[in-house]
């Protein structure tokens, strides 16, 4: 541990933190108005007397009030809570061979990339860690303009038709009648849609899963989800699916810690992501895409077209093609992160669609959506916004005009000599991929897209043991909250249709009959690994993993201190956290720092927890309150817990009697996450490798339930 000095151990990102407070302009001009006038007074309106009436030609006040009152812009429909992140994106090699996009060829080319993370249903204030589809938007400032790679984190969508996408998020918003619930989708509206629209299915076995609360936007999968077409120089298109997986592999939270999450700290994922990106420590994606030649365009048992499927990966594997690192957070956020516009149909040359009718409603809604909410059609012009490439149009005026156009504004001109000129045949120009279309004007959804079933079923099959059990509670709570119990009935006869226990499971915990066995029992039982979080576990590192050190007065500071040197040398960040803040005494008589008081922090807020002990006999920290929350807490949620010295004892608060403890000093024991070494003094080498694998397994599922 350390001396408690003016707080040494404090991350670096705290102190680059306050820079942000710093103003822009740190030679210090005094206050102006818009108008650059100089403000002296700007506490008081001007009134006439001390306690008279306030003057309207006090313009510095009407000014200053007028600017506040017009600060909101209208939020995203959908996708209102975000976060946002600058960095780059290199490919691994060129893929000339299937895309001629030019951010795509050279290795050494870094194309500067802004994403914004999100949730869906909430609005702008509403809680990160909500049971949610969570959007992944990239928007490539590439040399030949603007690419837009606006996919989410699951592969698959819950409708297969823009037009059912008012319905859709009509169903999954709050309810007309009392704007109740924020931020979830455990109500009745959205069921009843659900049960009714069996095409929703497949994504919805996604949203039950832990993949709708991520413990991290750095370690989250994205997808852009449609098959989009790659072209490459000499006109021949390939389809393309696009995947980000993350560096640090993809890891989730337990529901009951998700809910608790939303109080203790409503900002959890975005305040992940800033943190991380202050502390230097990189969010990184390897960005990876599936390719199927033209011809083999009805080799699959789906419709490539239809979003609500997947290619299995074992049937076409993700050849990573490059990486994507984000290294710097937004200045401001309104101007970046709320003001950016990504658009599925800003696309670069070497990168067309497909018919996939949900992609081709959004080429549509997207910009539509932008022009109300950023006030106008020049929000291109906006920073975060802006190309990299020349931009030269002849679309003029609008509101929030910035640009000091001249020259003539129509094409053909001779007048401004002839530009700004259409390319000629360099190969440089967008050219649409000549898809042939041939077709009857009807309104019909393809047969081709008829099953919806067999990929909720291949998901289902696809689970480990705790990610199914994960599954039917998160039905049970979802369905348990819905009021009408026809929803809830037709609900689970739908789930039937994807596996018969799944359903039967489900109806007995919301008091619905269980389908009748084999009534529609699907389906192939097939399986696709990839699916399951179990083969998603990244670099296997400790990286960035917040872990606590319970401690109190008496503690064996030697003891933190090799714990915490060890950890952190793997790049965790370790937190020793006392009943109040500021310091503790140690068994060695000396003051050590603490990091946080336990009353301002909670067990769901980190990733694992260490309890030291002290001289034998002492209380250890879990004869504070707070701290046996701590511990219990962790363990119920499956995290990684350890415990040195005398701290193993005290354990024994937990209850977990079946649970092997260690008993000989110096010899370490590691069982299902809860890694124990009763000696005293510096932790030694076993337990130092055994718990820091613990944490990089990063949650234990099978454990003996804590009779605490
Ligand atoms: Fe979106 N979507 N969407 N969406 N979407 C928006 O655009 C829409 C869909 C996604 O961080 C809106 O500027 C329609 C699929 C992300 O700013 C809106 C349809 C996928 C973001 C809109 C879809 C997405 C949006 C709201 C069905 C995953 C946030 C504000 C045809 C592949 C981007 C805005 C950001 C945002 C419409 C379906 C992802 C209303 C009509 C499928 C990540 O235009």
């Known amino acids: 541990m350390t001396a408690p000095a003016d707080r040494p151990h404090e991350p670096d990102g705290k102190q680059r933190q306050r820079d942000h407070y710093r103003a822009a302009d740190p030679a210090g001009g005094p206050l102006t108005t818009d108008q650059g006038v100089v403000v002296d007074h700007t506490d008081d309106s001007l009134a006439a007397g001390a306690r008279g009436p306030t ?89 030949e303009g603007n690419y837009d790679l606006v996919g989410n984190n699951f592969p698959v969508f819950f409708i297969q038709d823009g037009i059912k996408f008012p319905d859709f998020v009509h169903a999954v918003k709050p309810e007309p009648h009392n704007d109740i619930p924020t931020g979830a989708s455990a109500h009745d509206t959205l069921w009843d849609f659900v049960s009714l629209q069996p095409e929703t299915l497949h994504a919805i076995m996604w949203l039950m899963s832990d993949r709708a609360i991520p413990r991290s936007y750095r370690m989250m999968q994205g997808f852009g ?105 937004p200045e401001n956020f309104f101007a970046e992160t709320e003001q950016v516009a990504f658009h599925t149909a800003n696309v670069v040359p070497g990168i067309d669609f497909t018919n996939d009718p949900l992609l ?115 039905f049970r709570f979802e369905l348990g909250k819905v009021g009408a119990l026809t929803v809830r009935s037709r609900t689970v006869a739908e789930l039937a249709r994807v596996d018969h226990a799944l359903a039967a499971a489900v109806a007995e915990g919301i008091g619905v009959p269980a389908p009748e066995a084999g009534a529609d029992e699907p389906r192939k039982t097939a399986v696709s690994p990839a699916l399951s979080l179990v083969a998603q576990r990244g670099d296997g590192s400790i990286r960035t993993r917040q872990v606590a050190v319970l401690v109190t007065d008496g503690v064996d500071a030697e003891q933190v201190t090799s714990v915490r040197e060890a950890l952190a040398a793997e790049g965790a960040v370790v937190e020793a956290l006392a009943p109040r803040d500021g310091s503790v005494t140690g068994a060695d008589g000396e003051r050590h720092a603490v990091d946080r008081a336990l009353p301002t922090v909670a067990s769901v807020l980190y990733d694992a927890v260490l309890v030291p002990g002290g001289p034998a006999g002492a209380p250890t920290a879990l004869a504070d309150p707070d701290a046996l929350r701590f511990v219990r807490d962790a363990y119920r949620h499956g995290k990684p817990v350890g415990a040195l010295g005398a ?56 454990r003996p339930v804590a009779r605490s």
């Open 225 to 329: 989800v449609h098959t989009f077409r790659f072209v490459n120089a000499q006109g021949r298109g390939t389809f393309v699916k696009f995947h980000w997986k993350p560096k640090l592999g993809t890891h989730s939270l337990v529901w009951d810690e998700a809910q608790e999450c939303q109080g203790r700290d409503p900002d959890f994922n975005r305040r992940d992501l800033w943190d991380a990106i202050e502390a230097g420590e990189y969010p990184e994606y390897e960005l990876g895409v599936q390719l199927v030649p033209e011809e083999d365009e009805f080799a699959f048992d789906f419709d490539l077209l239809d979003p609500t499927k997947i290619i299995p990966e074992e049937q076409v594997p993700v050849r990573p093609i490059g990486r994507m690192v984000l290294d710097r957070n």
């Open 55 to 143: 003057l309207l030609e006090d313009f510095h006040f009407r000014e200053k009030l007028t600017r506040f009152d017009h600060e909101r812009i209208p939020e995203r429909v959908v996708h209102a809570r975000g976060a946002g992140a600058y960095g780059y994106f290199e490919p691994y090699e060129s893929c000339a061979e299937f895309t001629r996009a030019a951010f795509l060829q050279d290795p050494s080319v870094r194309t500067p990339v802004f994403v914004r993370f999100s949730t869906v249903q909430g609005p702008k204030g509403s809680a990160d860690t909500v049971r949610d589809v969570r959007g992944f938007a990239t928007k490539f400032y590439t040399s």
């Open 360 to 474: 081709q409603a959004r080429n549509f809604s997207y910009l539509d959506t932008q022009l109300i909410r950023l006030g106008g059609p020049n929000f291109a012009q906006i920073p975060v916004n802006r190309p990299v490439a020349p931009v030269r149009t002849n679309q003029r005026d609008g509101y929030h005009q910035s640009a000091l156009h001249s020259g003539t504004n129509y094409s053909p001109n001779s007048l401004g000599a002839g530009c700004p000129a259409v390319a000629g045949p360099d190969g440089h120009a967008y050219t649409h991929y000549a898809e042939r279309v041939d077709g009857a004007k009807i309104r019909q959804r393809s047969p081709s897209f008829r099953d919806h079933y067999s990929q909720a079923a291949l998901f289902w099959h696809s689970m480990a043991d705790w990610e199914q059990r994960h599954i039917v509670d998160a």
């Open 647 to 702: 701290g193993v004892a005290a354990l024994g608060a937990l209850g977990a009697d079946d649970l092997r403890l260690a008993a000989e000093p110096g010899q370490a024991v590691a069982d299902r996450g809860v890694v124990t070494d009763t000696a005293p003094g510096p932790a030694g080498e076993p337990f130092l490798r055994a718990f820091t694998e613990a944490v990089a397994g990063h949650r234990y599922w099978d």
